[in-house]
């Protein structure tokens, strides 16, 4: 700066007409690259900020309002075994020969279409946000467990029950675990744990509830009182304020609408590890959801009407609870993609105690394997995600669990009305607990192959990335010398 004022006049004179050409040249190229998109400043530099998430405060109150929801939603559904019997009783006759088949029905559309609804869920999400999903699906749920308590056959319970509340479940169940996101980043794990163990909170305690209401107000009325859980959950709904911006509005046309490449994600379907587990995991799901809905009729059958049959519920809930809490932990010491086989593990464990059910004779024995069943499915569940991420990556994570959950719902669906049309033609369930336990002993197989498939991978894609760079290394070493070469030829002219 003081050099500028013992300039010779000439030298400053040329220096003041050279800058503002200079400037000028300057201000030209920052405006084409801003034409372009080749900008580095202003408003993409605003949108690169980390979002900060907040590890508490309002995140509590969404917590729990997830928490609920999944409480709500699926503490219905695994209840289902003891609105399974009113079933009978209300709308059944005993000269019907499917009459199990049919009922079953009810409960594995409403399950079914849970899962099935799972990646439209996704898209809905995106594109209206967590709250509107949630509140319009929990308003959709509650018509339909309301229009259910005014059905008086099977027929329409099939679509008020089994497919709109069931529907309006799904719609309402996804969010509340997307907004999560949006508050916790640091505590998602312990957050994750603590509202899905919402559902074997309402699992140990909703069998009685609803044991106690049949027997004192009927199926109908019952209903009616279960509708004030959907009714809660539609204010729950309404706290899921999101803090994260949507990036599906911010396109260049203003469309709120997702690009299709986004809404069906097929990068996913690339990886053969994950095509092994999207098909290994519904395929060993058909015996599934078969002791939640026909176990208490077994015990009934089997034990008597006087059976404390909600206490087998219960037990299945509360190591759920604990397994989910205890393998999630465990998962964490598990590298990489050998996660799978704590869920090879786990379907080997259901699939030998929906064997053992039959051969139980003492209640007690019928409590220990409940015991057991339900450590491992929290053992399943909970590391559901965990290995998403490692197939998938973090990006695609989302739609790999959304199609995943999609592809569940034909066997959670079939699954327990082929247990009771087995039931109606044999006499008894001993057959149907039987052959339930196959499918998740051999899905439980298949998966098997997941990190073998997995290292392969890992492995070529490591001798491929050598090859490149031994290619690269040797175009430079190439490079330098045909340099060099030049260098020696110009020798002269660059002194000169």
């Known amino acids: ?56 405060g309002w995140g509590w109150v969404v917590m729990l309002a997830a928490m609920w929801c999944n409480g709500a939603v699926f503490g219905i559904q695994n209840a289902f075994g003891i609105l399974f019997l009113s079933l009978l009783r209300e709308f059944g006759n005993e000269n019907d020969e499917d009459l199990r088949f049919k009922t079953a029905w009810v409960g594995s559309l409403s399950m079914g279409m849970i899962f099935f609804c799972s990646p439209i869920v996704s898209v809905f999400t995106d594109v209206l946000g967590c709250r509107v999903t949630a509140v319009g699906g929990a308003a959709v749920g509650l018509v339909g467990l309301l229009a259910s308590s005014f059905v008086t056959s099977l027929g329409p319970m099939y679509f008020t029950y089994g497919i709109v509340f069931a529907c309006g479940c799904s719609f309402a169940y996804q969010p509340s675990l997307v907004i999560l996101g949006h508050y916790f980043k640091k505590r ?75 809404v069906f994600n097929l990068n996913i379907w690339k990886s053969l590890g994950y095509r092994i587990w999207a098909f290994g995991i519904p395929a060993a799901l058909y ?152 499918p998740p002993i051999v899905g439980g197989a298949v998966l098997c192959l997941i990190p073998w498939v997995e290292a392969r991978r890992k492995r070529r894609e490591k001798e491929e990335a050598g090859g490149k760079e031994h290619d690269v290394t040797s175009k430079m070493i190439e490079h330098g010398k045909a340099q060099g070469d030049n260098a020696q030829c110009k020798t002269g002219e660059s002194v000169l």
């Open 188 to 262: 998602l794990g312990l957050v994750n744990g603590i509202v899905t163990a919402g559902s074997s909170i309402f699992t140990i305690t909703l069998p009685f509830l609803l044991s106690g209401l049949l027997e004192k107000v009927g199926l109908a009325n019952t209903m009616r009182i279960l509708c004030i859980l959907m009714f809660i959950l539609m204010l729950a709904g309404l706290t899921y304020t999101p803090l994260i911006p949507n990036k599906s509005s911010n396109t260049r046309s203003g469309s709120r609408c997702p690009p299709m490449n986004k």
């Open 1 to 56: 700066m003081t050099e500028g004022n013992i300039m010779p006049e000439e030298d400053a004179a040329g220096k003041e007409a050279e800058v503002p050409a200079e400037d000028k040249r300057l201000r030209e190229d920052e405006e084409e690259k801003k034409e372009n998109g080749d900008s580095k400043v202003a408003v993409p530099a605003a949108e690169e900020v980390e979002f900060v998430h907040p590890e508490g």
């Open 287 to 438: 015996g599934y959801f078969v002791p939640y809905v026909h176990l208490m009729k077994h015990v009934e059958e089997r034990f008597g009407k006087e059976a404390s049959k909600e206490v087998l519920l219960m037990c299945i809930g509360i190591t759920s609870c604990v397994g989910r809490l205890i393998f999630g932990r465990v998962a964490d010491y598990v590298t990489g993609v050998n996660k799978v086989y704590l869920q090879v593990s786990s379907f080997f464990v259901i699939g030998l105690m929906s064997m053992m059910i039959p051969l139980c004779h003492i209640f007690g024995g019928l409590i220990a394997v409940c015991l057991l069943m339900g450590l491992f499915d929290g053992c399943f569940i909970c590391i559901m995600a965990p290995i998403a991420f490692e197939l998938v990556g973090s990006d695609d994570v989302s739609q790999a669990i959304g199609f995943l959950l999609g592809l569940m719902s034909v066997p959670m669906t079939v699954g327990p009305p082929i247990a009771g049309f087995l039931r109606d033609r044999l006499g008894n369930y001993d057959v149907a607990f039987y052959l339930a336990g196959i």
